[in-house]
């Protein structure tokens, strides 16, 4: 038996030396591995130590390591005299191994998902990975060749030498307390919203809070407001809470609210971007924020105002936020730290209306552990000592360069192919293009090139009266944009010289 079981055993094993596991690991692992799928029968011997040192070229303190570790797990056990063996309570407990070699993996039955879920996965957006390198175009994301790296580095380490309780122990779910009040001290003085810190709740990016919100807030099949185009990510955390969005059609001055009175007037929650709408850009007007706050006050809703890049406004006085008009308390304002710092850091906050802030309290203590301390105590620190000011006030003007970079080069190489709008906020615009041009084939033919400029319709639940391309303008410096344009403007006339020919 030793004999066979240490001939088929050592053929399939591979060991190598240069990999970042240990040798003991990787034997581990393979040892493992056999054991579970059944190439070992419950109660047979393994080869001895010195046999497999000598088979497989290592020294016998690895594989004594290795049958130290298999006998903890429990699933090989040492019989003083006799050997090694394959425990016996495999038999009863290791679950029948799926004979996959031959069958493709279409064969395999499909997992079910809950009601809920399988519902909103129909249903949801395409999303692909968000991105993480920068290039012309690329929509949500900040620009990392501007941020002050030493700084956070500094405050980073300096966090690292504190209290090893505060360090490394779980965190308040709502939050640490120190960001909560570095945030609601931002809020007042930046964003003229009136808060307390017990307000705040900190949370894994604004998708979660999007999802927290829906989960607290929504039956299945309730109604829910959503700007037509809007934003991708909230509205797949929406869809999986179970809401019915309506799309609401969106024009210069925001959100039509006489539109969504017409096509859901009994809505339970309404979903806004009104300072930079996403993706068009427009700024809602104070009148249609008034007409909103009312409706929602009549159908007893809520609206969840998503302040996504309200920091970098460079046209002058910002407009206020809906939540700073807010006298009813409706409005559930949530921000992040996304684009004001970096994604990477997955930190965002919502801030409740008074009469949701003991359920917040309630459902966070009970189901979430809260985000990093780490990363909480980094970014409040960055804050209190005036960094994050600083470094908002500085990307203002990075942003207001290079979207007039931006607008500047469209102007020379992509006039009467493509009109780039102008805004006045953020990091991206839109660009129209002609009718008899597709957004998606242009989309498409562009990132062909490397070129990200996503078609309008992507950010749409229903069909847009609208053609165009989202562009970013954010990520890059100006000479990138000005050669992005130019790739742009080739891959558009590529485009349009066909049709051109077509109608001769």
């Not at 407990?93 to 809950?114: D, E, G, I, N, Y």
């Not at 970079?405 to 192919?417: F, M, N, Q, S, Y």
């Not at 989309?443 to 609208?466: E, N």
Request: some cysteine.
């Amino acid at each position: 038996m030793v004999k066979r079981a240490g001939g088929s055993l050592l053929l399939s094993i591979r060991i190598d030396p240069e990999a970042a596991q240990s040798l003991s690991t990787q034997l581990c692992v393979a040892l493992r591995d056999i054991i579970l799928t059944g190439g070992f029968a419950p109660g047979e011997r393994l080869p001895a130590s010195r046999t497999l040192a000598n088979d497989l070229k290592l020294s016998r303190t690895t594989i004594i390591e290795a049958f130290s570790r298999l006998t903890d797990e429990g699933l090989i056990e040492s019989r003083t005299g006799s050997g090694t063996f394959v425990s016996n309570v495999l038999a009863a407990t290791r679950p029948k191994v799926q004979q996959r070699a031959h069958a493709p993996v279409a064969s395999l039955a499909a997992p079910r998902l809950s009601t809920t879920m399988a519902e909103a996965i129909e249903r949801f957006a395409e999303r692909q990975r968000l991105p993480h390198a920068p290039r012309a175009f690329q929509t949500a994301l900040p620009a990392f060749d501007a941020f002050p790296m030493a700084q956070w580095a500094r405050l980073s380490a300096k966090y690292m030498r504190g209290p090893r309780n505060e360090v490394m122990g779980y965190g308040d779910p709502f939050g640490a307390l120190p960001l909560r009040r570095a945030v609601a001290s931002h809020l007042r003085a930046n964003r003229g919203i009136t808060c307390d810190p017990e307000q705040i709740f900190i949370v894994s990016g604004a998708q979660q809070a999007f999802h927290l919100v829906g989960s607290m807030l929504l039956n299945p099949g309730d109604k829910v407001w959503f700007e037509n185009p809007g934003a991708i990510g909230a509205r797949n955390s929406l869809i999986a809470s179970g809401a019915d969005l309506v799309p609401v059609p969106v024009d210069d001055q925001g959100l039509c609210v006489e539109e969504g009175l017409k096509l859901a007037p009994k809505f339970r929650l309404a979903f806004v971007t009104p300072s930079h709408q996403q993706p068009l850009g427009s700024v809602m007007s104070l009148k249609r924020r008034f007409a909103l706050l009312h409706a929602a006050e009549r159908a007893n809703a809520w609206v969840i105002e998503d302040d996504y890049d309200g920091e970098f406004f460079f046209g002058g006085r910002p407009p206020p936020t809906l939540k700073s008009v807010d006298t009813t308390g409706v409005v559930i304002y949530v921000g992040t730290f996304s684009k004001s710092l970096f994604p990477a850091l997955r930190l965002g906050y919502l801030l409740a209306p008074p009469a949701l802030v003991d359920t917040f309290r309630i459902v966070m203590s009970k189901f979430l552990q809260g985000v990093p301390s780490h990363t909480q105590g980094v970014v409040a620190e960055f804050i209190d000592e005036g960094h994050f000011a600083a470094h908002t006030r500085r990307m203002r003007l990075t942003y207001q360069e290079r979207h007039d970079a931006l607008v500047h080069a469209a102007g020379r190489h992509l006039k009467g192919l493509l009109h780039v709008a102008t805004t006045e906020s953020g990091l991206h615009t839109v660009g129209y293009l002609a009718r008899t041009l597709r957004e998606t084939e242009i989309s498409q033919d562009a990132a062909a090139r490397d070129i990200r400029a996503s078609p309008i319709g992507r950010f749409a639940i229903s069909p847009v009266a609208l053609n165009g391309l989202v562009l970013g303008f954010g990520s890059v410096p100006p000479k990138s944009l000005e050669a992005g344009v130019k790739v742009l403007a080739e891959v558009i006339a590529a485009r349009v010289k066909p049709k051109r020919a077509a109608r001769r």
